[in-house]
């Protein structure tokens, strides 16, 4: 041999892309592999209950922005405002996919050739094995193998052997929890592809329509077209809620939110009454609607400089103390004359003058009040930029009309401001409630739903069945048992005792079981 030909024969052989295929594959499919995937599978979803997500609710994202705006734009590079939509989420939950994939369908192939396998044979020296004894007694082959099957084991039976074996069920429920987790992965795919969600603020006296453009925020499926809404329809015609009162360590904690809602399931369909709850939805045809918030809506009436009317109704504000909801409105009114009028509303629904300040001390609206900021100048609608309803900030044209006091005297229901100037007046007539909703469709709700049971139900089973093997050898009425378990770490030392015993017509122990 040459040394040329030495060289060749010690030089290493690279895998090749073939080889590192088989090998990526064999990787991602251990059993190992899968569990790291479901756990940073879960680990990823930590996020999304600490962080406000905006297919859930938009305003908590917009407050979070105003409060931190360095912290949250971090925050939303990383998609932690929406984090089941973001790429990395995507990634661990498509990996996880193919992971137990390749984990469960080589296996169940196993177990089922398994399962149709008969018992070994006994082996020659029953003696040998971890779990074994010996007596003399006259039994024959058929009442052996009859006391085995009554204590439910699988026999085979031999010239002079007995062979059971039981506990194929632990292997099942192990399997049958990996095809749940499987089908629980397809359920979520398929509500995100077929499903939609929707938020909505709606204030007493208002309806609403499932379409699209009546919603504030609406977030659907790859595969979801307008025509896929259930076309159902309802109008808000009360809204109560119930807080803990005066006397109590936990006075204004809420006890009962409840929204009265007159529902048509389809057009030209007769109106039902609904009462809807917290965690009780609007169901119509699997299309949920849920009661997520709730809030004020004091209403107005604006006079112009000219003495025409340019706004009257209710004006939804955000609530910024939820102890006391304390809240913060804004009104824009482009028709006013002669020029455009705003106003900043801070509303107090149990007031008390402390000082020279005014707070709410209570949830309920036992004695409303607002305070007003009045503004005139460019509300800027016709640029064409979009501009959120509840904030003036980015309306740089706004002047303040008159003195602005931190702490104006509030409004009571009934009370008019006159504006500076002669540029008119805003009086607030009432007070009304609003509610935020959810509205979401998901075609996999309930498969996810079966298949949660089932996963639990098989990770019983592969936590409390054993597997274990007995054999049973008669020779020259010498009767020899043996058992072995094939399950680490079990105990089946009272159990072979037990089997022992009931083979042995001399322990006076019944094999009825």
């Excluded at 922005?65 to 990395?88: H, I």
Aim: glycine share 8%; proline share 7%; hydrophobic share 45%.
């Amino acid at each position: 041999m040459t040394l040329t030909e030495e060289k060749q024969i010690a030089k290493p052989v690279g895998l090749g892309v073939i080889g590192w295929l088989r090998w990526g594959w064999r990787t991602l499919t251990s059993m190992r592999t899968a569990l790291i995937l479901l756990f940073l599978f879960a680990l990823a979803s930590v996020p999304g209950s600490v962080f406000p997500q905006r297919n859930v609710d938009a305003s908590l994202v917009a407050r979070y922005y105003a409060n931190d705006p360095v912290k949250a734009e971090w925050l939303d590079r990383f998609w932690l405002f929406d984090v089941f939509r973001s790429p990395w989420f995507a990634a661990i939950y498509l990996l996880l996919f193919l992971s137990l994939v390749g984990c469960v369908l080589p296996r169940t192939l196993a177990h089922l050739k398994e399962i149709r396998r008969k018992p070994p044979a006994a082996p020659r020296n029953l003696l040998r094995l971890p779990h074994h004894d010996e007596f003399t007694a006259d039994l024959t082959i058929a009442e052996a193998a009859a006391t085995l099957r009554k204590r439910r084991f699988r026999v085979e039976t031999g010239p002079d052997w007995v062979a059971a074996e039981k506990g194929h069920l632990r292997e099942t429920g192990n399997l049958v929890f990996h095809v749940a987790l499987l089908v629980l992965l397809i359920a979520v795919g398929a509500g995100g592809l077929y499903g939609y969600k929707g938020n909505v603020l709606v204030v007493e006296g208002d309806g609403f329509a499932n379409t699209v453009a009546a919603y504030d925020r609406y977030v659907p499926g790859a595969s979801v077209s307008a025509e896929s809404l259930e076309p159902f329809s309802f109008k808000l015609t009360d809204f109560q809620a119930t807080y803990i009162g005066p006397g109590h360590e936990k006075v204004g904690q809420p006890l009962t939110f409840s929204a009265t809602l007159s529902v048509k399931d389809a057009p030209g369909a007769a109106d039902r009454v609904v009462d809807l709850r917290v965690n009780e939805p609007l169901d119509v045809n699997g299309t949920l609607t849920y009661l997520i918030g709730h809030g004020y809506a004091p209403v107005f009436k604006v006079t112009d400089g000219k003495g025409q009317v340019a706004y009257e109704g209710p004006v939804p504000c955000l609530t910024s103390n939820t102890s006391t909801y304390e809240s913060e409105c804004v009104i824009k009114v482009p028709d006013a004359r002669p020029q455009q009028l705003a106003f900043l509303g801070r509303f107090l629904p149990s007031t008390l003058p402390v000082g020279e300040e005014w707070i709410s001390v209570f949830p309920g609206a036992a004695n409303p009040t607002v305070q007003v900021w009045p503004f005139a100048g460019d509300l800027g609608l016709d640029s064409g930029e979009p501009q959120s309803v509840y904030d003036l900030s980015a309306h740089k044209n706004l002047k303040p009309l008159g003195t602005m006091t931190v702490q104006p005297r509030p409004l009571a229901v009934g009370e008019a401001l006159d504006l500076p100037g002669g540029a008119g007046k805003i009086e607030f007539t009432g007070v009304k409630e609003w509610i935020s909703l959810q509205t979401t469709y998901d075609p996999g709700r309930m498969p996810a739903l079966v298949a949660s049971i089932a996963a639990v139900l098989g990770l019983v089973l592969s936590l409390t069945i054993r597997r274990r093997r007995v054999w049973v050898r008669m020779t020259d009425g010498r009767v020899t048992v043996g058992g072995l378990s094939r399950t680490e770490g079990s105990n089946f030392t009272d159990e072979f005792a037990e089997i022992v015993a009931s083979l042995n017509p001399r322990s006076g122990v019944s094999d009825d079981r």
